[in-house]
């Protein structure tokens, strides 16, 4: 399956989607006006991989708390609840807007 399929088949009816995932990789990079970006590339049970960009990335609460909770459940292997917002299309299915992570019922 390649990745236009896999974007195909991402729930777009709405404007927010909730998707229990696991974190499999977290990268940071830097975009053309120079701030930076954070690309979140996640395992969900029915759709494989998908790959999101954090939303606010330089936001206080939706970049720094957000990425923080990535990091946590990525290097202690929690899955986390994500709230994905602003489908785009390309090879990132969406944005990143907020994260729960429940250590009990995962």
């Not at 696991?22 to 494989?48: A, C, M, P, W």
């Not at 994500?82 to 390309?90: E, N, S």
Request: proline residues 1%; charged residues 25%.
């Amino acid at each position: 399956m390649n990745i236009k399929e896999k974007s195909a088949l991402a729930n777009t009816s709405k404007s927010d989607v909730y998707y229990n995932v696991k974190i499999l990789r977290l990268q940071i990079f830097s975009r053309e006006d120079r701030s930076s970006g954070v690309k979140v590339t996640v395992h969900h049970e029915d759709y494989n991989y998908l790959f999101y960009e954090l939303a606010h990335p330089d936001q206080e609460i939706g970049g720094i708390a957000t990425y923080a909770g990535l990091l946590e459940s990525l290097l202690k292997g929690h899955k986390v609840k994500i709230k994905a917002t602003g489908y785009h299309g390309d090879q990132v299915v969406g944005y990143i807007s907020g994260i729960v992570v429940d250590k009990n019922n995962f």
